[in-house]
């Protein structure tokens, strides 16, 4: 595996494997990385041959009171896990080469940033189209895969890169999960024991939503009052978000219409940690 640091080193690279008819597969992440990073990068070397790794913490999706400075970056350990997943290239960026002075220019996504998690964090869902554009560009990828993990982020890239006319492939990977169901994320570490094990509300309140859809209720208000219902009994839990969304458009759903997918999007406090998690589902 090769590191890069500078963005024209890595597009000279891109250029020279595109020339040879290497399809190039692209995992973005923030580092820290984990089992759900590694089954993106598993999903990466299926789909292509060779295999981009980007890892920068990404200053401008952090907000004012968000502490940036504090993001874990054991640089050592994740070259080691990439190395072992089977990654072709690491980059790995100074925030001075990806942000130089007189940088200016940033995007701006619709709607469909200010709900949900872009309620909660004003400006972030920004600072990931403004990057994600910027490393498409450093390291030209045929396909990028991005985690279900994050419903939100993933249809806003999705939105991004049908706007701009990007020539890219966005693959979705299924969201990896523990055994009591609680996805697998980078906060997880920040829950204790009992509290890990009452995070599994979360998967047993979507498990139950995609029964009742699936069963033909087409009231999801209803089924979204009944999830939060549910974890809200656990002591250690409190919901902050449970709604559905129109998985293609990713608007407010009420009523499931036949054959139409959703997706229900949950935010739960488990003690001090805010947990996310989704499931696609089908009404019938
Ligand atoms: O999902 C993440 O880790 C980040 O938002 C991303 C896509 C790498 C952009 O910084």
């Known amino acids: 595996m090769q590191i890069i640091n500078e963005p024209e080193q890595m597009q000279a690279i891109a ?108 400006g972030h869902f920004n600072g990931v189209a403004t990057i994600v554009t910027k490393l498409f560009n450093i390291t030209k990828p045929h396909t990028a895969i991005f985690g279900e993990k994050d419903a939100q982020q993933l249809a806003i890239i999705r939105r991004l890169v049908a706007d701009m006319n990007l020539d890219v492939t966005v693959v979705a990977a299924p969201i990896i999960r523990e055994v009591n169901g609680l996805a697998v994320s980078s906060r997880n570490i920040y829950l204790s024991s009992h509290e890990r094990s009452s995070a599994g509300a979360l998967y047993r309140g979507l498990c139950h939503a995609e029964q009742r859809v699936a069963n033909g209720e087409h009231n999801l208000q209803t089924i979204a009052a009944e999830v939060a219902e549910m974890i809200n009994a656990i002591p250690e839990c409190r919901v902050d978000y449970v709604s559905f969304v129109e998985e293609e458009s990713f608007a407010l759903a009420e009523r499931a219409k036949a054959s139409k997918e959703y997706r229900l999007l949950l935010a739960v406090f488990c003690g001090s940690v805010r947990l996310l998690d989704n499931m696609k589902m089908r009404a019938e």
């Open 15 to 122: 250029d020279k494997l595109r020339l040879n008819r290497q399809l190039l597969g692209v995992v973005m992440t923030m580092g820290a990385l984990h089992e759900g990073h590694l089954s993106l990068i598993k999903l990466a070397r299926e789909r292509a041959g060779t295999v981009i790794l980007t890892i920068f913490v990404n200053p401008k999706q952090f907000g004012p009171s968000e502490d940036l400075h504090r993001y874990p970056r054991p640089f050592e350990q994740d070259v080691a896990l990439a190395n072992a997943a089977g990654v072709d290239y690491l980059f790995a960026p100074e925030d001075g080469s990806i942000y130089p002075e007189h940088f200016q220019t940033t995007l701006q996504c619709g709607a469909i940033a200010e709900r949900f998690e872009g309620q909660q964090r004003p």
